[in-house]
């Protein structure tokens, strides 16, 4: 097993260094969900929700519905946020790791990612717009 060392760097956000490898992770909590990011993803957990490091979890979406790793899904907030900047517009062709959307949640920034190469069909947010979680910010084809 590798050590792992990890030191609280500001609020909700912490230097994760694994192998000699640093990364950052932010972290936000609210009454009955956790949040983590790391590298522009976003892991969430509901306080009645399946473990998110079950495998049998693994590949599907908050509904629990399995999803093929190929589709492109809409891109929602995974957390209540504000809307810093917005970086498509309609038929623009995106990327499987491109930046979409940068949210602000706790003082920190968090980028959302397309989840596979496709075209945007829709935005549905603007910059400054608070948003709940799960809000659909933008609609991949």
């Known amino acids: 097993m590798s050590a792992v060392d990890v030191a609280r760097i500001g609020p909700g956000a912490y230097a994760v260094t694994i192998e000699g490898r640093r990364e950052i992770v932010y972290v936000a909590v609210s009454a009955k969900t956790r949040w983590a990011s790391c590298r522009g993803e976003v892991f969430r957990e509901a306080e009645d929700s399946t473990d998110s490091t079950d495998p049998t979890n693994a590949g599907r979406d908050t509904q629990g519905a399995r999803r093929d790793k190929q589709a492109a899904l809409p891109l929602a907030a995974p957390m209540p946020a504000t809307v810093?900047?917005?970086?498509?517009?309609?038929?623009?062709?995106v990327k499987r790791g491109d930046t979409l959307v940068i949210l602000e949640a706790m003082k920190m920034e968090l980028p959302l990612r397309a989840s596979a190469d496709a075209v945007v069909s829709a935005v549905h947010c603007h910059a400054g717009e608070l948003v709940k979680a799960d809000t659909?910010?933008?609609e991949l084809a």
């Open 84 to 93: 810093l900047k917005v970086l498509v517009t309609p038929g623009a062709v």
């Open 136 to 138: 659909v910010l933008v």
